[in-house]
């Protein structure tokens, strides 16, 4: 699951959505509607097929055009 914050990497994270499996190692994620010239940051969490969610991974940061 992929998590979205607008505050920095101490702010809170909400659910921005899931990655997308393709088939091979690699895995996609696309956050449309997002403001123009915003920072966000993200941080992943796995989940096992038993629901156990994972600790957060550290936090990386995009800003939009």
């Known amino acids: 699951t992929v ?3 607008y ?3 101490q702010g809170t994270f909400s659910v921005a959505g899931t ?8 895995y996609t994620f696309h956050d449309p509607g997002l403001l ?3 920072p966000y940051f993200y941080q992943v969490k ?3 097929y038993a629901g156990n ?9 995009a800003t939009t055009f």
């Open 3 to 5: 998590f979205r914050s």
């Open 7 to 9: 505050s920095g990497s």
């Open 19 to 26: 990655l997308a499996d393709d088939g091979s190692a690699n």
């Open 36 to 38: 123009g010239a915003t």
């Open 46 to 48: 796995a989940t096992d």
């Open 53 to 61: 969610e994972s600790l957060p991974s550290g936090t990386t940061s």
